[in-house]
């Protein structure tokens, strides 16, 4: 830029890059999206209706955004009740995401409810029947444990070492019971649809939605690890912990190989299993999402797969689309036909979410530069460029 | 249980009047005219709505579920199955998660989709009316007794008596006796009920025991969840112990 005298060349500008540019987009059409909605109701901002209420927000946003914070528990019971140390690099990352994909499903489910403003009516208002009543509990529990597993950093960041103590103190039974709670809520996700049998379409309906959800969400937990250790270490130049993921590229392998096959022997017991081959719509989304998943099954399999970062990256966002095809097939595609209807969401639908993606990057980035998150790692490039992937 | 009460719709008696319709809309304090008239399906502005099936007619409401499917889903229970029979809505605990009306089987609860702060709008089988003794305004309006509302019991001897002395004017079942556990709102029909666009693919048995299967597992979940948990931590954790152990004997 020339700099000779102009005033708006001595101003500071930040650096923009596409990345900032895009991102700034999205808030902005985000921020005129929520305006939409909360000035001028869920009618004006979405594409439901009394015959689909719930849509991309609930869809995506909260079942997919809970999956992937899976991540969080299976990490936290491999490293502190598995006793695996070596994973204990990884395990603050992962905590990190869990916390703020949590967060962000709260942020999404203030758009979506129609009275956001009473969330908390579950904690007074009892209905224990209600899975909506048990999910509401495991979020807001859940949360909160999330919140303390993450707290250390915080609290080592400003050398509080009296409420770090406190922590260590609980930190077994904190990570047993956020195993527990995530069991319980992962699970009840796909409980909430048990109760549509004469709406979800047969090749989705299942007496085992809940734990096709909890084994989805276990092996999306894992591929998410790999995705974010490979993100973070390209965006801060460390180096990727690539034994650590290989050996867990293993085990998301045979979970992945279990969950699939659990999925087809529940069909055939079901006597559903001709549905498979029928030609609609519906078909041909199953199969995506099954080949979502069962390709990155059979290349994890492979030696060389496990060993090379990109074919590892690779895998590892198959089975991140795999599961996100799951949920969607369970909450959008396998709902429209027994509704009666067709749903496809409005822009301000997807801008929103698209907006809530963005902000949980920026968190995330923000955090991982201010925060150790990150064990320190011989010459660490400090202070982090200001702005640039 | 004798006193729960209920309607009994007769659609070989409904001349599509549209008469319940307007009286509901009356009743409710919600705008009735001829667009609307012509809007044959329920909506946040027709709790009730008559369906014109070729010559025939099919009147739309709550069921009124002797075991509701949207109470159980209800993370608030701002539904509620009262004693004396209708399904009533507690505008006040809502938080508009809209489970009920996916989980609906009848597809009836709507939405004020086009308001800032909605509510969930469906038919309460005219809840103060009921209390006060008074019979529905829908079934006090109807001019052919297509609608008539009464004790549950005594409607579904009515019903079989109909069936009974006409059976050559009836489809030889009633509607709502055994559908997703047992309705309080009755249907005769002249032609099977699939063909007035009844949902006659419904289970017998109340919805709500599936999410209940899966929910009262938790306590279970919970408890072996914890053991198994907290065995291997220790299990895992013993071998370091050990291993410590031997590591200071072997220095010493």
């Known amino acids: ?389 | 249980m004798s006193k729960s009460k209920a309607i009994l719709y007769d659609t070989t008696l409904c001349v599509g009047c549209r008469m319940c319709e307007q009286a509901c809309a009356e009743r409710w304090g919600l705008l009735y005219d001829d667009t609307i008239a012509k809007e044959e399906k329920l909506s946040e502005h027709k709790l009730t709505a008559v369906v014109t099936i070729g010559e025939r007619f099919n009147r739309r409401l709550c069921m009124h579920c002797e075991e509701p499917t949207c109470e159980s889903v209800c993370p608030v229970g701002a539904l509620e199955k009262t004693a004396l029979g209708p399904v009533v809505y507690h505008e006040d605990r809502c938080i508009g998660c809209r489970y009920c009306m996916l989980a609906c089987p009848f597809q009836v609860p709507a939405y004020e989709w086009s308001k800032a702060l909605p509510r969930v709008k469906k038919c309460d089988l005219c809840y103060e009316r009921q209390q006060a003794g008074l019979q529905t305004a829908c079934s006090e309006i109807c001019p052919t007794n297509a609608t008539i509302s009464g004790d549950r019991d005594e409607l579904i001897a009515e019903a079989r008596r109909r069936l009974a002395e006409n059976p050559e004017n009836y489809y030889p079942r009633i509607y709502g006796i055994e559908e997703v556990g047992g309705t309080s709102v009755l249907i005769l029909s002249a032609v099977p009920f699939e063909e007035l666009g009844l949902r006659a693919d419904l289970p017998r048995e109340a919805l709500p025991v599936l999410t209940w299967r899966a929910l009262s597992l938790v306590p279970d979940i919970v408890g072996v969840g914890t053991v198994l948990l907290g065995g291997i931590w220790w299990i895992t954790h013993r071998r370091e112990e050990v291993a410590a152990a031997e590591g200071k004997e072997k220095k010493s």
């Open chain 1, 1 to 389: 830029m020339n700099a000779i005298a102009s005033p708006l060349a001595r101003l500071r500008w930040p650096r923009f890059n596409l990345w900032h540019v895009i991102f700034w987009l999205v808030m902005l059409g985000g921020l005129y999206a929520a305006y939409t909605r909360f000035l001028h109701g869920l009618g004006a901002a979405t594409h439901l209706s009394d015959q689909f209420p719930w849509g991309l927000w609930i869809g995506f946003d909260v079942l997919c955004g809970v999956g992937l914070a899976a991540g969080g528990f299976t990490l936290a019971a491999i490293v502190h009740i598995f006793n695996i140390e070596r994973y204990k690099a990884i395990l603050r990352a992962t905590i990190l995401t869990a916390f703020l994909g949590y967060l962000l499903v709260i942020v999404a489910l203030l758009f979506d409810l129609g009275r956001p403003y009473r969330i908390w009516h579950a904690l007074i208002m009892w209905n224990p029947r209600s899975v909506m009543f048990e999910v509401a509990w495991c979020v807001m529990l859940y949360t909160t444990v999330l919140a303390l597993e993450f707290a250390p950093a915080v609290l080592e960041r400003f050398g509080w070492q009296t409420p770090l103590r406190w922590l260590r103190a609980v930190s077994i039974p904190l990570v047993i019971a956020g195993v527990i709670l995530s069991t319980l809520h992962q699970s009840s996700l796909g409980s909430l649809y048990l109760i549509v049998p004469h709406k979800l379409y047969p090749l989705w309906y299942s007496p085992l939605l809940p734990l096709f959800f909890f084994l989805s969400a276990m092996c999306v937990g894992f591929a998410m690890v790999v995705f974010e250790s490979w993100h973070s270490s390209r965006a801060f130049g460390r180096q990727l912990e690539l034994p650590l993921l290989a050996s867990m590229a293993r085990v998301l392998a045979v979970l992945l190989g279990v969950y699939l096959l659990l999925r087809f022997v529940d069909l055939r017991h079901r006597d559903v299993l001709g549905l498979v081959v029928v030609p609609r719509l519906e078909t041909w989304l199953f199969w995506l999402e099954i080949l979502l998943m069962l390709v990155p099954m059979l290349l994890l399999f492979r030696r060389t797969v496990r060993l090379s970062p990109g074919a590892l990256y690779a895998s590892a966002v198959m089975v991140i689309f795999g599961f996100v095809a799951h949920r969607l097939n369970v909450s959008v595609t396998g709902m429209e036909a027994g509704s009666g209807t067709s749903y496809l969401p409005k822009w301000t639908e997807v801008m929103v979410t698209l907006a809530i993606i963005a902000l949980g990057f920026a968190v995330f980035r923000f955090v991982a530069k201010n925060f150790p998150v990150f064990p320190e790692e011989s010459p660490r490039p400090l202070p982090a460029p200001a702005a640039g992937d």
